[in-house]
């Protein structure tokens, strides 16, 4: 199989990431938090040293909500309050001693979730129409969302900006931001779940209006050599979605980049 793939096991260097190869975990769902704190323990230390001990070479986390409304199901690790900082502080320090790199996923879930899960709040989404489907874990159908407001839009950039502001304090080598999957930031990105008529909604260059502010904070605090996006057109809660002209959609993605 090396054969196949020969430099698969040879450093390499992206961004400020020097990787001792070029194999990366990618983010998975745990959800091993405290339910009540979001705070992470001993084996999410223990989880996330061992896959670094093994020899991968990027480790992105599972994804850690930026605010309590953020919260898609139980168990969810947060980056917003100062607990939760020194919990992951342990484990990337557990990581770097195995000489491993991780990077910190950023996720909201926006309209993916109930009021029972996201502090008593109704969800948050570009615009207020439900999603089809249930909530993970929890079995209850998506709640009617709320509007966000541009109030809302501001708070909300400005948690992501902390969650990576707190990444980085907690010893993470830099983000990911989830903008996939039908979460919050591909919500505004989407036609199906976007229906705003201000710079939030429109054509698709404008409808990634949202998902660019964010990343422009979010790079402010992590860096821009140590922030990556994820993007796609597959989406949770409508898994037959496709888009319309794929090429085209991916152009415009650059072009926003």
């Given at each position: 199989?090396?054969?196949?793939?020969?430099?698969?096991?040879?450093?390499?260097?992206?961004?400020?990431?020097?990787?001792?190869?070029?194999?990366?975990?990618?983010?998975?769902?745990?959800?091993?938090?405290?339910?009540?704190?979001?705070?992470?323990?001993?084996?999410?230390?223990?989880?996330?040293?061992?896959?670094?001990?093994?020899?991968?070479?990027?480790?992105?986390?599972?994804?850690?909500?930026?605010?309590?409304?953020?919260?898609?199901?139980?168990?969810?690790?947060?980056?917003?309050?100062?607990?939760?900082?020194?919990?992951?502080?342990?484990?990337?320090?557990?990581?770097?001693?195995?000489?491993?790199?991780?990077?910190?996923?950023?996720?909201?879930?926006?309209?993916?979730?109930?009021h029972?899960?996201?502090?008593?709040?109704?969800?948050?989404?570009?615009?207020?129409?439900?999603?089809?489907?249930?909530?993970?874990?929890?079995?209850?159908p998506?709640?009617?969302?709320?509007?966000?407001?541009?109030?809302?839009?501001?708070?909300?950039?400005q948690?992501?900006?902390?969650?990576?502001?707190?990444?980085?304090?907690?010893?993470?080598?830099?983000?990911?931001?989830?903008?996939?999957?039908?979460?919050?930031?591909?919500?505004?990105?989407?036609?199906?779940?976007?229906?705003?008529?201000?710079?939030?909604?429109?054509?698709?260059?404008?409808?990634?209006?949202?998902?660019?502010?964010?990343?422009?904070?979010?790079?402010?605090?992590?860096g821009?050599?140590?922030?990556?996006?994820r993007?796609?057109?597959?989406k949770?809660?409508?898994?037959?979605?496709?888009?319309?002209?794929?090429?085209?959609?991916?152009?415009?993605?650059?072009?926003?980049?």
């Amino acid at each position: 199989m090396l054969n196949m793939y020969p430099y698969l096991l040879s450093p390499i260097q992206i961004g400020g990431w020097k990787l001792r190869n070029r194999i990366t975990m990618a983010p998975m769902t745990r959800s091993f938090a405290d339910d009540k704190t979001g705070v992470v323990g001993n084996d999410v230390v223990e989880y996330y040293k061992k896959r670094a001990g093994d020899g991968v070479g990027l480790i992105i986390t599972e994804g850690i909500i930026t605010s309590p409304r953020a919260k898609g199901t139980f168990n969810l690790p947060g980056l917003y309050t100062d607990e939760q900082v020194m919990g992951w502080r342990r484990v990337t320090d557990a990581v770097h001693e195995e000489k491993g790199t991780i990077i910190a996923q950023l996720w909201h879930v926006g309209r993916l979730t109930h009021h029972k899960v996201s502090a008593g709040l109704p969800p948050q989404a570009p615009s207020a129409i439900r999603a089809e489907g249930h909530v993970h874990r929890y079995g209850e159908p998506f709640d009617m969302p709320e509007e966000m407001t541009k109030e809302d839009i501001k708070e909300t950039i400005q948690q992501y900006a902390k969650a990576a502001r707190n990444a980085i304090q907690a010893g993470f080598d830099g983000v990911e931001v989830h903008g996939a999957h039908g979460y919050l930031i591909d919500q505004f990105n989407s036609e199906v779940s976007n229906r705003r008529t201000d710079e939030y909604g429109g054509h698709l260059g404008q409808r990634l209006t949202f998902m660019k502010e964010v990343l422009h904070a979010v790079m402010e605090e992590s860096g821009v050599d140590r922030t990556i996006v994820r993007f796609s057109e597959l989406k949770d809660d409508a898994p037959d979605y496709k888009w319309e002209d794929p090429e085209a959609a991916i152009q415009t993605f650059i072009d926003a980049f």
